[in-house]
């Protein structure tokens, strides 16, 4: 397969958000942090490509998305398009950027103005680009609405939003974005607020418009089904940074990162016969304001190893998890051992627990971990030692894994060191 | 049906015996409506089924065909100008024309329900501790304080809530945790009876996997039966049992869910399966059109516009529900009886091309 061109080219993008207003800084026990919506990401769009960016909520999807179109500032790193730097753009030049890149959001209801019919909806861009011919704009919007299918136009021109469908609507979308002659569509999750039966129908629509008009798309969704299906390349991302990313055929053939893994034991199957049992990862994707040390997924990650980032909250995980299956008055015996949690609240790497005794303290860690051996938590664990009237539990120093080649992808976790560098004999 | 006023303790601890054979809820040609300017919105019009302890039942298909419509109808929580007809057994005693103290009564210690979006659902000002007591002592006010902590502990913990958090307020929970909280919620009278509506929807991925196998366990470990609203066919394929398939205000097919999704008999069926994206989708399937007006529905077979077998007999004549080749029931003229449909009746349908404009 020959290599397409570049399009977009995206090197070590930042995008910060302040935590304004300290009270969620206070709740977090910390001075006014930030939150990494994107923390690092580098990734290329190819001329003809349908780059996938898939993960959970939080993951910095959205923010990803937005910044390519200079709707999120950069914190820093390079978006470069054309060769030239989007990221130092002045508005107009953006606002010039936007025939060329344009974006699709979830809900077609929010994203569509009550008080504009669909002619006005989809006529507005070119008005705000300076073309002045009514006559000129009406051909292009017809042009456009017979393009996503909405024919015959003479029903669908004078409608307002509130006439039409949720299906409707996201063609009204589509032709919107398509109106100005684009070349990237940036979609942010453009079928998952409609129905099932819909979903398939504008999928097809993104295909064939993708076909016509010769676009580039960045995929934005949680589901994995989809950007199979639709994507050529996918980027799984988790808490602000891309864990994984390649060919989907290679991804969905032998997922590597222990969260890709997770997420495609996650989708369910139609098939009732292939529908088991699952072993799934515990827990939920992290504030992201104040993210795990070491590797943002080792607290859910059933692979983890010492070095992955171990922390005092991991240790408030696991008592409060134990104590979801003692009895009442253990329980209350426990816990009156142990005391306070609240010192387990922040990520420190060496901390003091307990305040019934360091035997007591000890005997309730032992018995938890011989409840719970494979616990990868233990794996982190560096020392226990008698401390006051209680333990200091002291953790491996985490690392943060970087992305790095693996068979043919690049992944971002301890379990896959370089397979590449400098290496003429490795292919 | 009259009952004895029992003590709310003593009741507690009599309950029916619920391991018998007979179905915790029988539904007979259950019919809700909506009056508006227009006329009535017929959203559920004539359903059917049985639900035995410790079953779920999956109830599927397009929006606004009906499915929430019916879940708040089994509870008797409909909006005001909501009307509904027709027969809803609660083990034998039927909660449409009892007294609404009675249903309300049912309704917590006997039926509960999940929703969509949790958080609407929780009072943003009550620690839950507050949430477990309030809704333990509507239902059983002499219990005491100790028995009501006790009580709701254990319900937290079965849903992997520690007892730590039991005096936080719903904010200071991720969205998975306030969706178990609302199971918990609903789960700590041990109602024999819950309908879920869409209870996975607003959650991520991997959340909603982990409150589908709750969900799973949930029948095994309590015999509690489900019905578990969706649009989600990989959810009804894990999670249920069986599986109703709704469209336009009636279940077309219901059946278990291996033979139905195996052998699905109605078109309806079929194509919802066939247009469902899953990781072993190789091309787009869709099914053209979009459900009808629930106010002036097609006569006949409320599918046949869509629907690729339809027939002339489909355009005029209401399909009767049968059994199911396989167990179960369909109704479908394509699949019988055919002693029934008249002479020429299985000539092909001449339909009206459907096109976007008459899309969803
Ligand atoms: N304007 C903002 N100010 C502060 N924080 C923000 C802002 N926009 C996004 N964030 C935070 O950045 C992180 C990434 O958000 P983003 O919306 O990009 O994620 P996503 O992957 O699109 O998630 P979802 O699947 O929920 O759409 C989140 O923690 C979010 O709360
Ligand atoms: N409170 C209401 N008033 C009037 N119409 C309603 C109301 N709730 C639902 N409907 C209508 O009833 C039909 C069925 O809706 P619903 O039960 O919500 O379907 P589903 O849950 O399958 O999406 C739809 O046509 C809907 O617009
Ligand atoms: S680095 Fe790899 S093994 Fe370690 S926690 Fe992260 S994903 Fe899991
Ligand atoms: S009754 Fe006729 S129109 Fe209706 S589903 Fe069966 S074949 Fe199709
Ligand atoms: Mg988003
Ligand atoms: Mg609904």
């Not at chain 1, 795990?292 to 059933?302: D, N, T, V």
């Not at chain 1, 006051?388 to 970087?402: E, M, Q």
Request: glycine share 10%.
């Amino acid at each position: 397969m020959p290599t397409k061109p570049d399009l977009i080219d995206v090197r070590d993008l930042s995008v910060h958000f302040g935590l304004r207003g300290g009270t969620l800084g206070r709740l977090v026990g910390r001075d006014a942090g930030v939150v990494r919506a994107v923390d690092g990401i580098s990734v290329t769009l190819r001329e003809g490509e349908v780059l996938g960016l898939v993960g959970e909520s939080g993951s910095g999807k959205s923010t990803f998305g937005r910044a390519l179109l200079g709707l999120a500032p950069a914190t820093s790193g390079t978006i470069g398009f054309d060769g030239a730097d989007l990221t130092s753009m002045s508005r107009s030049e953006l606002r010039a950027l936007r025939q060329s890149i344009q974006m699709v959001f979830q809900d077609p209801s929010a994203a569509l103005n009550p008080s504009m019919t669909v002619a006005e909806a989809v006529g507005d861009a070119l008005r705000v680009h300076g073309m002045k011919s009514s006559v000129e704009r009406r051909e292009r919007v017809v042009e456009a609405l017979e393009r996503v299918g909405l024919s015959p136009v003479q029903l669908f021109l004078d409608k307002y939003p509130r006439d039409l469908s949720g299906g409707q609507k996201q063609r009204v979308v589509l032709a919107r974005a398509i109106v100005m002659g684009p070349r990237v569509l940036v979609a942010d999750e453009p079928i998952s607020m409609l129905d099932m039966s819909v979903r398939a129908k504008i999928l097809q629509l993104m295909l064939d418009l993708k076909q016509d008009l010769g676009l580039s798309y960045v995929y934005i969704t949680h589901d994995l089904a989809s950007a199979k299906f639709f994507c050529d390349r996918i980027a799984i991302m988790y808490l602000g940074r891309i864990v994984e990313i390649g060919d989907t055929e290679e991804i969905f053939a032998n997922p590597r990162h222990p969260y890709t893994k997770a997420l495609l034991r996650a989708a369910p199957d139609p098939d009732p016969a292939r529908a088991v049992a699952k072993d799934l990862p515990r827990g939920e994707v992290p504030d992201a304001a104040v993210p795990p040390l070491g590797c943002s997924f080792h607290p859910r990650c059933p692979e983890a190893v010492a070095q992955c980032g171990w922390e005092a909250r991991d240790l408030r995980t696991l008592l409060e998890t134990h104590w979801t299956r003692r009895t009442p008055e253990e329980y209350d015996a426990e816990s009156a051992a142990v005391g306070s949690l609240d010192a387990l609240a922040r990520p420190d790497t060496s901390v003091h627990v307990g305040r019934g005794g360091a035997d007591a303290v000890r005997s309730i860690l032992d018995r938890i971990r011989d409840e719970e051996p494979d616990e990868p938590l233990w794996r982190g664990v560096a020392d226990v030692t008698d401390d006051g009237a209680g333990v200091r539990v002291d953790f491996h120093p985490g690392v943060d894994p970087a992305l790095r080649r693996a068979g043919g992808v690049d992944v971002a976790c301890v379990l896959y060191p370089d397979d590449s560098p400098d290496d003429s004999a490795g292919g | 049906m009259t009952q004895p006023e029992l003590d709310p303790v003593l009741e507690a601890e009599f309950q029916p015996d619920v391991t018998g054979d007979g179905p915790v809820i029988s539904a007979r040609d259950v019919r809700v409506w909506y009056g508006t300017t227009r006329g009535a919105i017929r959203a559920v019009d004539g359903v059917s089924f049985d639900l035995a302890p410790g079953e779920t039942l999956g109830l599927v298909g397009e929006s606004g065909c009906g499915k929430s419509t019916l879940g708040r109808g089994l509870m008797g929580l409909l909006p005001a100008g909501a009307k509904r007809d027709g027969e809803v057994r609660f083990r034998g005693e039927d909660v449409l024309t009892m007294s609404p103290r009675d249903a309300h009564r049912l309704r917590g210690s006997q039926l509960g329900m999940i929703f969509q979006e949790p958080m609407t659902r929780l009072n943003p000002l009550l620690r839950v501790s507050a949430h477990f007591e309030e809704a333990i002592r509507q239902h059983e006010p002499k219990l005491p304080k100790r028995e009501v902590t006790q009580r709701a502990l254990d319900a937290l913990r079965m849903m992997g809530i520690p007892p730590t958090r039991y005096r936080s307020y719903p904010h200071e929970f991720s969205g998975g945790m306030r969706q178990r909280l609302m199971i918990a919620l609903a789960l700590v009278l041990r109602p024999a009876f819950i309908v879920a509506d869409e209870p996975t929807t607003a959650l991520d991925v991997l959340v909603e996997a982990q409150i589908v196998q709750i969900l799973n366990d949930l029948r095994r470990d309590f015999r509690t039966s489900l019905l578990l609203i969706t649009h989600n066919v990989g959810i009804v394929a894990e999670a249920c049992d069986r599986v109703a398939v709704m469209y336009a205000g009636r279940i077309v097919e219901q059946g278990r869910v291996a033979d139905v999704f195996a052998a699905p008999q109605h078109p309806y069926t079929r194509e919802l399966l066939r247009s469902t994206i899953s990781l072993r989708t190789t091309g787009l399937n869709f099914i053209p059109g979009s459900p009808p007006d629930l106010i002036d529905p097609p006569p006949g077979c409320r599918f046949a516009p869509r629907c690729p077998q339809a027939m002339a007999v489909c355009a005029t004549t209401d399909p009767i529900t049968i059994e199911r080749p396989g167990g179960g029931q369909v109704e479908c003229w394509a699949v019988g009886p055919t002693d029934l449909i008249p002479a020429g009746g299985t000539a092909r349908l001449q339909q009206e091309e459907l096109a976007v404009a008459d899309e969803a």
